[in-house]
């Protein structure tokens, strides 16, 4: 992956969480993984989120005069906990500690600890919460940090992860968990795969004048080389099909496409992830999108 152009080429500007404590930096990394550098402002401590790889973060923070201190994994993939092999390899993986799937502990190299769900984890002096959000693949974990939603590979902007382990009705409900966090949560996910995601959505929904709006601003900054994410749960619970199984729509549109009667959300979710697999959406043309 070195020397693998990113398709973020302007990540976006530091952020602080809403009580101001946490001030977040968002590292592109390998094509399009994500990598969420969060510093506690009063102790100067730095964790970092996930990642394929850690030369970035280590640069990041000796430009930026940060201490790794902590390493939080979602998960066992291999571009999410490829940054603690790097930091082993390069004999600083004793330097941090590293927080990861209790019940996936034994595939997060160099865990110093595992956590579960209502589990407390600190950054600094700020203390977030762990909430299991499996589906993706077992033991995937989330955490949320005041406004800071660190979501992995369960919750994408206008998407969700495959479904490696599933089953889907996990997955479902892990994304109905997420979806009760306030809306001004901003979520930190870890690939910019939004507008592939938006294309998606637009095929099963496209009476949502608030889809259309968030299409037109995403093509608009990614074809600066912005990044979509962060978004909120507001944006999310307002335009990604997989928080909009109620949806009159996209009810109809699945269960046209994959010629079944839909019942339950449950059943729903299931079949709106199902076609996405299908990537019949990939045909569709930018001309059919509302971007003009």
């Not at 699945?254 to 079949?271: I, T, Y």
Request: hydrophobic share 35%; net charge negative; aromatic share 6%.
């Amino acid at each position: 992956m070195v020397g693998m152009e990113h398709v973020v080429t302007r990540p976006r500007e530091p952020f602080t969480s809403a009580d101001g404590r946490l001030e977040v930096h968002q590292i592109p990394s390998w094509k399009d993984n994500l990598i969420w550098l969060v510093v506690c402002k009063e102790t100067g401590e730095a964790t970092a989120v996930d990642g394929p790889e850690a030369a970035g973060v280590l640069a990041y923070c000796e430009e930026h005069g940060f201490r790794l201190t902590q390493v939080l994994n979602t998960h066992t993939h291999p571009d999410h906990v490829g940054i603690n092999r790097d930091l082993e390899k390069r004999g600083l993986l004793d330097e941090v500690q590293v927080v990861g799937p209790g019940r996936k502990a034994e595939a997060v190299p160099g865990i110093d600890r595992g956590v579960d769900e209502g589990d407390e984890v600190m950054i600094g002096t700020c203390t977030g919460r762990v909430l299991l959000t499996e589906g993706h693949i077992d033991g995937h974990v989330s955490y949320v940090f005041d406004d800071l939603l660190f979501c992995g590979d369960t919750l994408f902007g206008a998407g969700c992860g495959y479904l490696f382990d599933g089953p889907p009705a996990k997955m479902h409900a892990s994304l109905e968990k997420l979806a009760t966090l306030p809306a001004d949560t901003k979520v930190c996910c870890a690939h910019e795969y939004t507008e592939d995601n938006l294309r998606f959505a637009w095929t099963v929904e496209p009476d949502n004048e608030a889809l259309a709006q968030r299409i037109r601003e995403v093509w608009a900054l990614r074809a600066r080389g912005e990044c979509s994410v962060p978004s909120t749960m507001g944006e999310e619970r307002a335009t990604n099909p997989f928080l909009r199984t109620s949806s009159a729509t996209l009810r109809d549109r699945v269960a046209h496409a994959m010629e079944r009667v839909l019942e339950s959300d449950g059943d729903v979710f299931a079949a709106t992830r199902a076609l996405k697999d299908r990537k019949d959406y990939k045909t569709l043309a930018d001309q059919d999108l509302p971007v003009g």
